[in-house]
């Protein structure tokens, strides 16, 4: 079990303590009446902290802790269908999705075979002839 | 107007556009019968789908989508006890235990019919309320724009429930990413660190695709997308509505659907919770309130006529102001940048057929809807079986596809991603990715807004001050973060009051 909340908190904290830095670096307004490039993504991130730090306090004896198996859940799918678009872009979206499909249909729990295959075989091809060939979007190419 | 309804006319009848309206009822359908599928993340996957199409046909595609999703959702809560969308949830009350009692096709044919009633009077409302709000913004500048935008904003995290900072840390968060890339005054790339496909800021389309779509095919896996028994099989031709019926659901429809076009109007409020409170109106006029929640069918009617009349009006806020006043309407604005039309005041003068286009389309979306809904209802309710994982291959397909082929950009996908996957998260620790959403795509126009308020102006950030509407639009955005804070910390006081009053009496018992 882990506290989810604490754990976004604690990323926006630092992506906020990130924006803070990074702007330093923008140079200033063209015109004297201008805020310039810096000035607001700076006051959005020091507001962002100060409101978790006021929330972070006033929910301290609330703590809300969950289940690791959420964590699996979003790195497995994170990392399957980011795993299967780096394939995808080499290979090809016709060929690599179908396998990914059915790889994905399995793990998630789907046992039925012939449903598994025609699925994983139709679907993509019912996509790529929607996209590419109907709407002439390439997508054939990642 | 009659000229603006006549090019609407125009615009209406060509047939790809109807053909395009006729495939997005279809999707809508389909995607509101799934479980876990709604509106808003429907319309959010077919976006990217319609980008290759003309203005007219794509805004028909995703209107009648749009339009028949939220119906869809109470084929879900009749025949399975469990709302297929949230707009739904008043349905399950009274349209379960109809179905419980074997009386399906007729909590089915009810469900329609009001629901078809509801969506035409928002459309009729939308049409009388839309035009003198237009006409009053057209008098707007940068200034009300600005606090416009951070009233939007306000208003849709401050509805967080029970975490109103929370609802507000993420707004922040999306105002922030709309920082990213080149800044409009003076062309310095901001928070790119060298990535060229930044340089355009984070696009809409993948980020909408990411927090509503993936997040969600992520949610259906963890919760492996509950159980889905559903309790009758409607026949192919399932309409059962005698006139008798019809005289005693009047009343709670025209209360349904009065309710909804008013709430719906409001920005955020939205059709979750026109349903509960067009039921709760209906219920408290009711000649029979007793009945209310045991298979009524004026419950039934008013729950159903309330959910669908908000789907019009909600587009008030949005086709008036430009703002987008919920979540979906925030995802057809998006649409609507993708084809190069902005809504607003201006849209009115400059292209007035487009704007009648869209009320029209509303109104024959829910004709097409009762076609569906009175022939091959069978079909939708069969479509509630489907296996949870068939519907996150689907969602999870859709996603990339979508989110690759606005810019043919593998980033793009790569960034659907990782927002799907942190919406995944910010929806398991109970907060809300709409006030994200809402941000990405009014950031831009707050920031632009203030800066060129500022630029333009003598008086410095006075400018604010000096104009009352401006001024009036910025402190009511204040009331909107204050209010839920004040009554958060009244009922934490209340309840602290309420344990120390508890222990007081034990100690007196002791």
């Known amino acids: 079990m882990f506290p989810l909340t604490h754990l976004i908190y604690l990323g926006l904290i630092a992506f906020g303590v990130l924006v803070v830095v990074t702007a330093q670096s923008f140079p200033q307004a063209l015109s004297s009446r201008d805020i310039g490039p810096a000035a607001l993504p700076e006051a959005l991130a020091v507001i962002m902290i100060a409101l978790i730090l006021v929330d972070l306090y006033l929910s301290r004896r609330r703590v809300r802790f969950v289940s690791f198996s959420l964590l699996r859940v979003a790195l497995a799918v994170g990392g399957g269908v980011g795993g299967a678009i780096l394939v995808a872009t080499h290979l090809g979206f016709l060929i690599v999705w179908p396998f990914a499909l059915f790889a994905g249909l399995w793990l998630s729990g789907s046992r039925a075979l012939l449903a598994n295959t025609l699925y994983s075989i139709c679907f993509p091809a019912m996509v790529w002839l929607l996209f590419d060939r109907l709407l002439h979007i390439p997508i054939a190419s990642f | ?510």
């Open chain 2, 1 to 510: 107007m009659i000229e603006g309804i006549l090019a609407g006319t125009a615009l209406l009848t060509q047939p790809t556009v109807l053909l395009g309206l006729f495939i997005g009822v279809t999707i809508g359908m389909a995607f509101g019968a799934l479980p876990g599928l709604d509106a808003t993340s429907g319309t959010a996957l077919l976006v990217a789908a319609t980008y290759a199409l003309s203005t007219e046909v794509a805004l028909a595609v995703l209107i009648g989508l749009y339009t028949a999703a939220t119906y869809a959702g109470s084929i879900t809560a009749i025949t399975i006890g469990v709302p297929g969308t949230p707009a739904s949830a008043a349905t399950v009350l009274d349209g379960y235990p109809m179905t419980k009692a074997g009386k399906l096709d007729r909590a089915l044919s009810i469900s329609i019919v009001t629901s078809v009633v509801g969506g035409m009077a928002g459309t009729v409302v939308l049409m009388f309320f839309s035009l003198p709000l237009a006409e009053f913004a057209l008098n707007f500048g940068a200034p009300e724009y600005f606090a416009l935008g951070v009233l939007g904003v306000a208003i849709i995290a401050s509805l967080v429930r029970g975490m109103v900072l929370a609802g507000f840390v993420v707004a922040l968060f999306g105002l922030i990413l709309t920082t990213v890339g080149v800044d409009p005054f003076t062309g310095y790339p901001r928070f790119t660190y060298g990535n060229m496909n930044l340089l355009e800021g984070i696009p809409y389309i993948p980020a909408l695709v990411g927090l509503f779509a993936v997040s969600e095919a992520i949610t259906l896996l963890y919760t492996k997308g509950g159980e889905r028994q559903v309790a009758g099989m409607p026949r192919f031709w399932a309409f059962n509505l005698p006139l008798s019926t019809v005289r005693q659901i009047a009343r709670a429809t025209t209360i349904g659907s009065v309710v909804g076009s008013v709430l719906g109007a409001l920005p955020a409020i939205g059709a979750a919770a026109a349903n509960w409170v067009g039921y709760n109106e209906a219920r408290r006029f009711a000649r029979n309130p007793e009945a209310y929640g045991q298979g009524s069918e004026e419950g039934l009617a008013a729950a159903e006529s309330s959910n669908n009349s908000t789907i019009s009006t909600s587009l008030v806020p949005l086709l008036a102001f430009g703002i987008p006043g919920s979540a979906t309407a925030a995802v057809l604005l998006g649409a609507m940048l993708l084809h190069g039309v902005t809504p607003g005041p201006s849209l009115f003068v400059s292209n007035a057929g487009l704007v009648y286009f869209l009320f029209l389309t509303l109104g024959l979306a829910n004709l097409i809807m009762l076609f569906y809904g009175i022939v091959g209802v069978g079909f939708w309710v069969r479509l509630v079986q489907m296996p949870t994982p068939f519907i996150v291959m689907t969602i999870l397909t859709l996603s990339v596809v979508g989110a690759y082929s606005v810019r043919s950009n593998v980033f793009d996908v790569y960034l659907a991603l990782g927002l799907g996957v942190l919406g995944f998260f910010i929806r398991q620790a109970g907060m809300s990715v709409v006030p994200i959403v809402l941000a990405i795509v009014l950031g831009t126009l707050i920031e632009e807004n203030f800066r060129r308020s500022l630029i333009s102006s003598n008086e410095g950030g006075m400018i604010f001050f000096n104009r009352p509407l401006a001024l009036g639009i910025l402190v009511l955005a204040l009331i909107t973060f204050v209010i839920p804070l004040a009554r958060m910390g009244v009922e934490k006081r209340r309840k602290s009051a309420g344990v120390s009053q508890r222990a007081n009496t034990a100690s007196n018992l002791e």
